[in-house]
Nanobody, 128 residues
Framework: QVQLVGSGGGLVQAGGSLRLSCAAS????????MGWFRQAPGKERVFVAT????????HYADSVKGRFTISRDNAKNTMYLQMNSLKPEDTAVYYC?????????????????????WGQGTQVTVSS
């Protein structure tokens, strides 16, 4: 069983930065591919970023590429999402997720349906 707890959200002005954290408990964090997704009001949850088990391979949605950075510290069982140059359209609830069937990233790790474990979500609000 993997439990994920997301944190770090808040209210920030456009152009500002936030860092989200996702703390994992459970024995298999270090071997899992993981991802960040977000859901804006009235919209479906969409892919943001994914990272492989070792942190050496990442992939981003076009909408955040160059502004967001996903990383992980396996010694701390924690994944991060550094968000810079935030825009009002980044406003959403952000969810972290773990895929226990995959250690490397692929098209599957960009698909929310492929993830078994989810954090509770953390709200990010960007004001203009």
């Amino acid at each position: 069983q993997v439990q994920l707890v997301g944190s770090g959200g808040g209210l920030v002005q456009a152009g500002g930065s936030l860092r989200l954290s996702c703390a994992a408990s459970g024995r298999i964090f270090n071997s899992n591919a993981m991802g960040w997704f977000r859901q804006a009001p009235g919209k479906e949850r969409v892919f943001v970023a994914t990272i492989n088990w070792s942190g050496t391979n990442t992939h981003y949605a076009d909408s955040v590429k160059g502004r967001f950075t996903i990383s992980r510290d396996n010694a701390k069982n924690t994944m991060y999402l550094q968000m810079n140059s935030l825009k009002p359209e980044d406003t959403a609830v952000y969810y972290c997720a773990a895929n226990t069937y995959r250690s490397e990233i692929s098209a599957a790790t960009m698909n929310g349906r492929e993830y078994e474990y989810w954090g509770q979500g953390t709200q990010v609000t960007v004001s203009s």
